[in-house]
């Protein structure tokens, strides 16, 4: 079985090979999402609604180092990657010179994901094309937080009750999360007339009475899942239940298109050709499908001109939706199949049939 040691060398070497093909001296990678990829699952963060982290990697030719100050040192060494071979340089918060600190290390062309140095050139796009194909290791750990962001979903849907708000099943599908040590980076619900009119609904004072979607992106180890339920009290209208079944459809042609070496335009084309044969064309106009995941919430979104080929052991997360209902989980684009790292947990299910294949999705839960 690979070690964490072994994980990060490989991920050395991406990241050096990068530098031969760019000719550029360092790269200075700054954010969050590309600090937990190359030290195999830390963690940088100290504001959780920042895309960037409190300590720099700078990985040369020869070495790789991680910058920051005294308050963050003690921690990243004692916590985060003090088994790694990482070099750590620091100063006084109140004196902290970055730039000096880099000069030290390197000099010459710097290629970075954010804005430091000032003076480097921001490739942050071909940088994370390093992490799109993921090791063992990651899918592993990438496992884990989808089965644990699926359980959440399921205990938040079987416990939450008519006159509760949109605040208190967030906090109730949040504290689970946590419970576990993940983070809600994504936490979407809304109830009743809410869901057909908001694709990002963020949690308000509003009430439910009859119907509730949950919506979450679970991160532990840098890894972001996106997966989506709903709920329902009571008779489930035939209206809503036509509709899911829709989308359920539409999901199945999502995921079984994604096949390594498979244009991402060809998989959304295909995706939207079934909107239109469930009898939804348009609705695919009113939210983003989806696109490539894994250490940020999506790498890109998906459209009928991607550029983009989907890798072996790369992550997606599509989110088709028609108004009032959506269906959403992450999957893996592995070699032999498309693998559901979010699986629901005790959920029902529906079966649904696409081009000779079957796969379960999950239904609206009615209580």
Same mark, same amino acid.
């Given at each position: 079985? @690979?070690?964490? *040691?072994?994980?990060?060398?490989?991920?050395?070497?991406?990241v050096r090979d990068f530098l031969e093909r760019n000719e550029v001296a360092a790269v200075a990678l700054t954010t969050q999402a590309n600090f937990a990829w190359l030290t195999g699952g830390s963690d940088n963060h100290v504001v959780t609604a920042s895309e960037g982290g409190v300590g720099y990697i700078v990985v040369t030719a020869t070495g790789q180092h991680i910058v920051t100050n005294n308050i963050e040192a003690p921690r990243l060494e004692d916590e985060e990657v003090g088994e790694l071979p990482f070099e750590i340089h620091y100063m006084?918060?109140?004196?902290?010179?970055?730039?000096? @600190?880099?000069? *030290?290390?390197?000099?010459g062309t710097v290629a970075t994901d954010g804005s430091w140095p000032a003076v480097a050139t921001n490739m942050a796009e071909e940088i994370a094309r390093l992490r799109w194909r993921l090791l063992e290791p990651e899918i592993e750990r990438y496992k884990e937080v989808g089965q644990a962001a699926s359980q959440a979903l399921t205990e938040t849907g079987q416990e939450m009750e008519p006159g509760m708000s949109?605040?208190?099943?967030?906090?109730?599908?949040a504290g689970k999360l946590l419970a576990v040590g993940i983070t809600p980076a994504v936490l979407l619900i809304a109830v009743d007339e809410r869901i057909y009119k908001y694709r990002h609904p963020i949690p308000t004072d509003n009430t439910l009475a009859r119907q509730a979607e949950l919506v979450v992106g679970a991160r532990k180890w840098g890894l972001g899942v996106s997966a989506t339920r709903l709920v329902h009290f009571g008779e489930l209208p035939a209206e809503l239940a036509d509709k899911h079944a829709a989308v359920c459809q539409i999901d199945a042609a999502f995921i079984l298109e994604t096949r390594p070496d498979t244009p991402v335009k060809d998989i959304f084309r295909k995706a939207t050709k079934a909107y239109q044969e469930t009898g939804y064309a348009d609705e695919w106009h009113l939210h983003h499908q989806g696109g490539g995941t894994?250490?940020?919430?999506r790498d890109y979104i998906a459209?009928?001109?991607?550029?983009?080929?989907?890798?072996?052991?790369?992550?997606?997360?599509?989110n088709p939706s028609i108004t009032g209902t959506k269906s959403e989980d992450t999957i893996i684009a592995r070699a032999d199949q498309t693998q559901i790292i979010s699986p629901a947990a005790a959920w029902p299910m529906r079966e649904i049939e696409y081009q000779g294949q079957k796969i379960a999705r999950p239904d609206i839960l009615v209580r």
């Amino acid at each position: 079985m @690979m070690t964490r *040691q072994q994980e990060v060398g490989i991920k050395l070497q991406r990241v050096r090979d990068f530098l031969e093909r760019n000719e550029v001296a360092a790269v200075a990678l700054t954010t969050q999402a590309n600090f937990a990829w190359l030290t195999g699952g830390s963690d940088n963060h100290v504001v959780t609604a920042s895309e960037g982290g409190v300590g720099y990697i700078v990985v040369t030719a020869t070495g790789q180092h991680i910058v920051t100050n005294n308050i963050e040192a003690p921690r990243l060494e004692d916590e985060e990657v003090g088994e790694l071979p990482f070099e750590i340089h620091y100063m006084n918060w109140h004196e902290q010179n970055r730039e000096a @600190m880099l000069s *030290q290390i390197v000099s010459g062309t710097v290629a970075t994901d954010g804005s430091w140095p000032a003076v480097a050139t921001n490739m942050a796009e071909e940088i994370a094309r390093l992490r799109w194909r993921l090791l063992e290791p990651e899918i592993e750990r990438y496992k884990e937080v989808g089965q644990a962001a699926s359980q959440a979903l399921t205990e938040t849907g079987q416990e939450m009750e008519p006159g509760m708000s949109e605040h208190q099943i967030g906090a109730l599908l949040a504290g689970k999360l946590l419970a576990v040590g993940i983070t809600p980076a994504v936490l979407l619900i809304a109830v009743d007339e809410r869901i057909y009119k908001y694709r990002h609904p963020i949690p308000t004072d509003n009430t439910l009475a009859r119907q509730a979607e949950l919506v979450v992106g679970a991160r532990k180890w840098g890894l972001g899942v996106s997966a989506t339920r709903l709920v329902h009290f009571g008779e489930l209208p035939a209206e809503l239940a036509d509709k899911h079944a829709a989308v359920c459809q539409i999901d199945a042609a999502f995921i079984l298109e994604t096949r390594p070496d498979t244009p991402v335009k060809d998989i959304f084309r295909k995706a939207t050709k079934a909107y239109q044969e469930t009898g939804y064309a348009d609705e695919w106009h009113l939210h983003h499908q989806g696109g490539g995941t894994g250490y940020a919430p999506r790498d890109y979104i998906a459209g009928l001109d991607s550029p983009e080929v989907v890798r072996e052991d790369q992550a997606f997360a599509w989110n088709p939706s028609i108004t009032g209902t959506k269906s959403e989980d992450t999957i893996i684009a592995r070699a032999d199949q498309t693998q559901i790292i979010s699986p629901a947990a005790a959920w029902p299910m529906r079966e649904i049939e696409y081009q000779g294949q079957k796969i379960a999705r999950p239904d609206i839960l009615v209580r």
